[in-house]
Nanobody, 127 residues
Framework: VQLVESGGGLVQAGGSLRVSCAAS????????MGWFRQAPGKEREFVAA????????YYADSVKGRFTISRDNPKSTVYLQMNSLKPEDTAVYHC?????????????????????WGQGTQVTVSS
């Protein structure tokens, strides 16, 4: 059972990237999913979250209007489309599943509300 992120890389400021989170051994479609990021020397922070059915999405103020979270439940995959990237977006991006609530309307934005994490993918934005 694992979550595997992919799609990170090096991009210039103003560019775009799409990172993906694929689940194996886990019925991802039942759970809210979140993206978090951690920059060197900083704490992990919330980026975006999506309800189990995709009906609700939430974003950190710092990425609102630039990032879009989406999911493809038949493919057990969650995406984060990142546009207009800035150097301050540089971080390791982790996806996470909230397996404590199954098919719930509640979508958490706190780190402690997610109990299953991927290893992360590095996103580096050059100025």
């Amino acid at each position: 059972v694992q979550l595997v992120e992919s799609g990170g890389g090096l991009v210039q400021a103003g560019g775009s990237l799409r990172v993906s989170c694929a689940a194996s051994g886990l019925t991802l479609s039942r759970y809210a999913m979140g993206w978090f990021r951690q920059a060197p020397g900083k704490e992990r922070e919330f980026v975006a979250a999506i309800s189990w059915n995709g009906a609700k999405t939430y974003y950190a103020d710092s990425v609102k209007g630039r990032f879009t979270i989406s999911r493809d439940n038949p493919k057990s995959t969650v995406y984060l489309q990142m546009n207009s990237l800035k150097p301050e977006d540089t971080a390791v991006y982790h996806c996470a599943a909230d397996r404590t609530r199954r098919m719930s309307d509640y979508v958490g934005m706190g780190i402690n509300e997610y109990d299953f994490w991927g290893q992360g993918t590095q996103v580096t934005v050059s100025s």
